[in-house]
């Protein structure tokens, strides 16, 4: 067990494992797992190393610090994940929000008119980074979520409560086969399940291992959500009302496909940070 040390001696200790486990910044992590547990601003645990660190903080810290040793993505051990400049709630339900699908927020937010009242709906919307993001940005939109997961939704109430964002964002636990409300939306966007399902055993451990299939699995094509989002919006949504997807790097070929097929016109793709084929729009 973990007796009780200075959290200066603490700190040393956990850096020293995360290290050996591989991770990337141990000193950085440990020191900003520490602030989480013991809720100490940086400051005030400079303040304070050379204090006692009490036997239930230090056993909630070395907890933490053994999952994520073991691969636990960081922002899993917190709750907390920031995107577009904002903070938000995340947990095993929700994918943790990617700094390549800000992309997805800057493209919708260039395509709609400024000024007027627009109604943005996001489908399969896990923490609600997407639309919250957009709303944040722009005082006149007003949006829904929707995700398959009730457990997704939760978080996603909590992000907009957090937001302040109550009167102008609504989530439901639903799916998107069920909602009706294709014909009012002015924007849809979307960063459904995309990963063919054959290769998620592939996938790096931190996110086969840990992040929800439900949000990663897109079928034997990868392009299954594509599919029924696509033919869903074609026959519902109103005549000039824009789709935004984000898309995995080797899919803007076939997502454009599906676009032209179903009768999209305006289509364009925009890469992400690593000039990767990241957003369609149409
Ligand atoms: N970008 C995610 C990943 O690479 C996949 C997200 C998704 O399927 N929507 O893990």
Redesign the pocket.
Known sequence: MHEARTYKVQLGIASTRLKSAGIDRPAREARHLMQHVCSLSATDLINRETDLMSKAETEAFFDLIERRSLGEPYEYLTGEAWFYGLKFACSPAT?IP?P??EVAVDEALARLPLGRVSKIADL?TGTGCLLIALLKQEPRLTGIGIDLSSAAIDIARRNVDAHSLGDRAHMHAMSWRDWDGWGEADLIIS?????RSEIIDT??ES?RAY?PHS????GAS?LD?YREIIALAARNMKPGAWVVF?I?FDQADQVRLLLETAGFSSISVAVDTGQRDRVVSA
């Open positions: 994918l990617r390549d699908s399969g960063n459904p399940p995309y990963i996938l790096d996110v992040e949000a990663l699995d897109g990868g959500a984000e995995g």
